[in-house]
């Protein structure tokens, strides 16, 4: 029997103690409970904020373009037609759809009230293929067909609807700034449907016709920008970089990710914070396995007198307990991945929690097992567990055998 093999057999023995060491048995199973606690918290809350990650992701993309193209100076462009014809001869670029964005202020013919709201012009039909704004759509007019928002009609968001009391088939006065005149320029729009809002930053919005943004804003075969989707979401920023080097100044492409970027920031942040504050609960269960290894050689001083006696080397022996501390954690971690997972799955699959669905814009947990967060956790926590293997092992190996047979 080799050496390694002997110590381990006799660190195996040492957790297999029978009634006389019932409580070091106890200790070890309260650092194995401890551990496995704090890895399956581990998976469980990084599964349910990936879900949520994700869910808030594909929100804003179902909602928005991967990439916008605008001028720097703010202008509109007329030659916007080869601008598309340009940015189409990239391969991840799957349509390109021209639009017109202004900020201005509606009010509620009824109910007097007014908000701020930025008006988008848009080719509904199109842009609807990309976007599925038939999901979106909460409720509309008889006169909607779901292709061209019609003449003088606007689609507005839920949270514009609600903040100035308007609904389908209601009208309401769209106000826009003029230039060198403090007077607003109005008018009169129908409220051809209400689209659901949520994503961040862009609640307060209105669509409108492009071509009745044209006229509106009295810029014939012009637009203010370009929506941009791509093949590959997840590499956005990449081909907008690309974008930028064919177009150049005064162009600028932004990727969804640069739109967000402070928000998708905190959402990582959290996550890191998150796993850093859960991680505690398995540094004290590290804790309790160094309290069980230097209780446990206590215990077993004369038995590591004798063994210095019959010849084993000191590092032999701190092996033992060092693979004790090994044994203590990778049981616990794996207890913790497999109990972790199962939970997740059963939150995943499960309608346990419901949720406020105009709160979070969803109604259930959203939960996404992500392979490199557990893999991540498994292997935090079997090296805390291992570092706390060491100290015990080292303090054993500093036993003088005599005093150990003597006093043990």
């Not at 492009?210 to 075969?221: A, D, K, M, V």
């Not at 954690?329 to 794996?334: A, K, R």
């Amino acid at each position: 029997m080799s050496t390694l093999s002997v110590e381990f057999f006799i660190a195996v023995r040492y957790l297999r103690m029978g009634k006389k060491g019932f409580f070091s048995l106890l200790t070890t199973l309260i650092a194995i409970g401890g551990t496995t606690l704090g890895v399956a918290a581990l998976v469980i809350t990084l599964a349910v904020m990936s879900g949520f990650q994700s869910s808030i992701r594909n929100n804003i993309l179902g909602k928005q373009p991967h990439i916008v193209v605008v001028r720097t100076d703010n202008k509109s462009f007329k030659d916007y037609l080869s601008i598309e014809d340009t940015i189409k001869t990239n391969e991840s670029v799957v349509s390109v759809f021209p639009f017109i964005e202004k900020q201005g202020i509606v009010r509620g013919k009824k109910s007097k009230i007014s908000t701020g709201i930025i008006i988008k012009a848009v080719d509904y039909e199109n842009e609807s293929n990309t976007l599925n704004f038939s999901k979106q759509i909460k409720v509309s007019s008889m006169n909607f067909d779901g292709k061209k928002i019609g003449d003088k009609s606007v689609i507005l968001s839920s949270e514009i609807a609600k903040c100035i009391h308007a609904s389908v088939g209601d009208e309401v006065v769209l106000m826009f700034p003029e230039n060198f005149s403090s007077i607003p320029k109005m008018y009169l729009f129908n409220v051809s449907a209400v689209m659901q809002s949520g994503s961040p930053g862009g609640n307060f919005f209105g669509l409108i016709d492009l071509h009745e943004g044209q006229t509106l804003f009295s810029i014939p075969n012009a637009v203010t920008g370009l929506d941009i989707h791509t093949k590959n979401f997840d590499s956005a920023s990449v081909t907008a970089s690309q974008l930028q080097n064919m177009l150049s100044y005064p162009y600028k492409a932004r990727a969804w990710t640069d739109v967000h970027k402070n928000f998708l920031s905190a959402l990582k942040l959290e996550k890191i914070m998150m796993f850093l504050i859960l991680g505690l609960i398995i540094l004290v269960a590290a804790f309790n396995i160094i309290s069980n290894l230097l209780l446990l050689s206590i215990q077993k001083s004369k038995e590591i007198g004798i063994m210095s006696a019959m010849g084993f080397l000191k590092t032999s022996i701190s092996k033992i307990f060092f693979y004790e501390g090994l044994i203590i954690g990778s049981i616990g971690t794996i207890l913790g991945i497999i109990s972790g997972l199962a939970i997740s799955l059963v939150l995943k699959y499960f309608d346990i929690f419901k949720l406020p669905k105009g709160v979070y814009n969803v109604d259930r947990l959203p939960v996404a097992i992500v392979p490199s967060d557990v893999l991540m956790i498994a292997a935090s926590a079997f090296v805390i567990t291992v570092i706390a293997g060491i100290y015990p092992a080292y303090q054993v190996s500093k036993l003088d055998p005599i005093e150990a047979i003597r006093y043990g």
